[in-house]
């Protein structure tokens, strides 16, 4: 097991000292949202922004939402020397939006106000979220200060996609609150997030099959979707050029840095992962995929008590099974043999056998690289924000994935492929 495997098992969360610096840009309206999370999840909240910043939220509401005073230059409260104490005593400091000119004084390791202060001074993780025009974010010297901030231990969150001021649109938005919030949880829960999948594209399935019966009614299961796309997050966040093949997951936030190619039956799953799995570099198939669909599909919806109604007996007909398929293609040399498949398992225990000796069954028949195992009984893994269970491979006995965010699970899994694909 990777040491930030263990570190996730071992550590659960618990309430920080947390630093929100705010730099000057149209998204610092957001930074409000996020300091009302981290308050939410019992957090103490120290919101450091730039001057530039208050033209846009004014001190008030910050030391309202956050119960603590504001200051951004380090000749308030000498007495208590803040530009050294703030930073001292954080669990972790977040710059949500962190403009090109603030990541630029980072990486340049000046410290001529309060917020840049306190990231000199800080040894806890640092995490800063950019937010600005596109062309911005792609500029050479942007992307050199980011790139010396990854270097250095610093994680810079992937920018979300989509509309930035104006009429523009593009990479450079602001992820929402409830993304930072979660990646800075993971962040502390799990260790360093690598940068280090740059140049692998990653395919993933997520979310639930719908079988249709007829324009209104379908056949489907619980699956959110919620595990596969933070999957994606994390998988982006390494760097990854990342695809989400997504069945019902319309309540989710599209991941960072991500796309989404939205789909609705088990077919239509199966078309888009033979299509793109062959140019993929790791391929992770954690959609809640619909075994059988009906045999007849009625053009007009079926009317309740109806003679010829088939809602009294459906006939149905097995699904193709996507994951041994794309094992099989890899094998037939379709799909490159160096392409990493990844499984889920979503089971449940009888008399006989325990969800583990299921999934290890499964395992074996499906043939992929890596399988996640859930034991999906009374509702522990369907629609909830947490996860657990076991990660198996080929090697190795089966590690068991301590409860927790969907997100650190994801980061576990991660690491897993991760160690896999060094060893081929």
Known sequence: MSENAAQAQSSPQQPRNIVVGVSGGIAAYKAAHLVRNFKEHGDDVR????????????????????????????????????????????????????????????????????????????????????????EMWFNPATQDNVATLRRRGITVMEPAHGRLTGKDTGPGRLPEAEQIAELVRTRLAFGELPYDWRGLSVLISAGGTQENLDPVRFIGNRSSGRQGFALAELAAQRGAMVTIVAGDTDDLITPSGAEVVKIVSTQDLKNEMDTRAPEADIVIMSAAVSDYRPVNVASSK?????????????????????????????????????????????????????????????????????????????????????????????????????????????????DVVNEIRHEK
């Open 47 to 134: 919101v450091v922004p730039t001057q530039a910043a208050l033209n846009f939220v004014g001190a008030a509401t910050f030391e309202a939402l956050s119960g603590n005073p504001v200051s951004t230059t380090v000749f308030d409260a000498v007495d208590e020397v803040q530009h050294v104490n703030i930073g001292q005593h954080a669990d972790a400091v977040v710059i949500a939006p962190a403009t090109a000119d603030v990541i630029a004084r980072i990486a340049a390791g000046r410290s001529d106000d309060l917020l840049t202060a306190t990231v000199l001074v800080a040894t806890c993780p640092v995490i800063v979220v950019p937010a600005m025009h596109t």
């Open 302 to 414: 079926m009317k309740k008590g109806s003679d010829d109604s088939a809602l009294s007996t459906l006939e149905m007909t097995e699904n193709p099974d996507i994951l041994k398929g794309l094992v099989a293609a890899r094998k037939g040399g379709l799909i490159p043999a160096s392409t990493t498949i990844v499984g889920f398992a979503a089971e449940t225990g009888d008399e006989e056998s325990t969800a583990l000796e299921f999934a290890q069954a499964k395992f074996e028949r499906k043939g992929c690289d890596v399988l996640m195992a859930n034991d999906v009984s009374a509702g522990k893994v369907f629609g909830q924000k947490d996860n657990e269970g076991w990660i198996l491979t080929k090697e190795l006995e089966p590690r068991t994935v301590a409860r927790g965010s969907k997100q650190v699970v994801a980061a576990q899994i991660l």
